[in-house]
């Protein structure tokens, strides 16, 4: 087994005064060369967003996004011709394939927005792009999926219907929220690694204390043992170990 415990003050910080951000691997102005990202996941951004502002438009192709809103509200428009509003306990993905352009605001006139940005690797490239969300009532001391990938050489267009949603990568992104002293097992497929953020809490994994904001990668492994210390949630993101 291979880990990599990155501590929450390890992180790249970005203050721009209307966006606070904290970069789990390499972006923007933020460049270190031993976070350059984990098989397919190149991004997770941890933002917060000041009232009345956000990003304007802006465009991106060939890369699976995926937000996950912590607090507030997004506000989010698209040249897909997408107007949606995406709140607390929602997920969004947009499969930017051959090219999209999209803003995100906040706007609501008091409070901050917080949310979650992930980027991965899409296994296919210049596909159409797509959009989708959902909201996820998460269950304690579950486990639940919020999104699963498609094998590779599968299309978009023989997706079955779902409630998780997808995209085009075969990663899956986990939440698992849980109760003090809650054990859990994770079964990891060949060819995968595993990402755990702790979003909040205290938790012990593969025998390594973590506490909020405190990630550890794990690769070469096939099952993986966990459990909270205090109460708290954790984002697991089981990830192909080459970018397709």
Do not use: C
Request: no cysteine; proline share 5%; aromatic share 8%.
């Amino acid at each position: 087994m291979l880990q990599k415990i990155t501590r929450a003050h390890e992180r790249g910080v970005s203050e721009y005064g209307w966006l606070s951000s904290r970069f789990s691997f390499s972006f923007a102005d933020y460049y270190n060369p031993k976070q350059m990202g984990f098989g397919a996941l190149r991004v997770i951004n941890d933002d917060i967003i000041a009232p009345n502002t956000g990003f304007d438009m802006h465009s991106h192709r060939d890369m699976e996004i995926i937000t996950i809103v912590l607090d507030g509200e997004v506000t989010h428009e698209d040249s897909m011709g997408n107007k949606k509003k995406v709140e607390a306990g929602e997920v969004q993905i947009m499969s930017a394939g051959t090219g999209v352009t999209h803003s995100e605001h906040n706007r609501n006139p008091m409070f901050a927005l917080k949310l979650f940005q992930i980027w991965i690797f899409p296994h296919t490239r210049g596909i159409a792009p797509r959009y989708a969300q959902r909201k996820f009532e998460l269950q304690e001391n579950t486990m639940e999926a919020v999104v699963q990938g498609v094998p590779f050489g599968v299309l978009p267009d023989s997706w079955e219907p779902s409630d998780v949603l997808k995209i085009v990568q075969d990663a899956q992104i986990s939440i698992g929220k849980y109760s003090i002293n809650k054990e859990f097992q994770l079964d990891i497929p060949e060819g995968r690694g595993v990402y755990i953020l702790v979003i909040d809490g205290n938790f012990e994994i593969a025998g390594a204390e973590l506490g909020p904001r405190d990630a550890i990668e794990i690769s070469e492994v096939s099952t993986l043992s966990g459990k909270s210390i205090q109460s708290g949630s954790i984002l697991v993101i089981q990830i192909p170990m080459l970018p397709r």
